[in-house]
């Protein structure tokens, strides 16, 4: 595991460089889903501060018995009915992507007297097998969004497809890019397009490459996943 964080904090160095970004400004996401918690644990050791689940359950199971209070990253689909159980525990949200949600955190949120950070998560390759919104429904969505003064809205986040060549998902994340740059000139209150959560094992450099500065890596840190 330290081999493989070493080999991937080259890579995200790199692809920073190469376009021009300091590394530090790369936040690395550790993917720890079905991974146990002393695997977590060591991985914290080596430096990791940054955890992504993407199931209730398994964050309630392990948020105890992980040392040192990383920052907690809900990555995954979110039920409406499973938000009170994580609100006081996640620190950022990726996969915001509809209203009953919204409404749903903001009811929350007002309960814990808390603000919710949140991305939207967009299906930029419209994949009908994926969550999110199409691109085009991001900006109606916001216009929502800014309606539910504890959602604080930090940026966007997109799965792209699996390719077996990256190349070919490029332009998935320089649409996310894009959008991203057009909502920071809208300037509408309470949203900050702060982060871009994309690039996955097979996919990050480019991601990074493209503006990325939130990868979320799973398989490459702690091997493939037995479910
Ligand atoms: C599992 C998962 C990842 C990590 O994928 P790897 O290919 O193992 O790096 C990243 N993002 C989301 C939303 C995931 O569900």
Aim: proline share 3%; charged share 30%; aromatic share 8%.
């Amino acid at each position: 595991m330290k081999a493989n964080l070493e080999e991937i904090y080259k890579n995200i160095e790199q692809a920073a460089l190469k376009t021009g970004r300091s590394p530090e400004d790369i936040t690395l996401i550790a993917v720890t889903k079905t991974v146990d918690v002393d695997v977590i644990n060591e991985a914290i050791e080596l430096g990791v501060n940054n955890i992504g689940e993407s199931r209730v359950q398994e964050i309630l199971r392990k948020y105890d018995l992980v040392k040192d209070g990383p920052t907690w990253h809900m990555i995954g689909h979110l039920q409406t009915n499973k938000v009170k159980y994580i609100i006081d525990k996640i620190d950022l949200i990726h996969s915001l992507d509809r209203l009953s949600l919204a409404q749903e955190l903001q009811k929350r949120a007002q309960q814990h007297n808390i603000f919710v950070n949140a991305l939207i998560q967009v299906n930029i390759a419209e994949e009908e097998s994926k969550y999110g919104l199409y691109g085009d429904a991001v900006i109606p969505f916001i216009e929502e969004i800014i309606k539910y003064p504890k959602i604080k809205i930090k940026g966007l986040m997109t799965i792209a497809p699996y390719a077996e060549n990256p190349e070919e998902i490029r332009y998935v994340f320089r649409q996310l890019k894009e959008l991203s740059e057009e909502l920071k000139k809208r300037e509408y209150p309470n949203v900050e397009m702060k982060y871009l959560s994309m690039g996955m094992t097979n996919d990050y450099k480019i991601a990074i490459e493209e503006g990325s500065n939130m990868v979320r890596i799973g398989t490459g840190i702690f091997g493939r996943r037995s479910y």
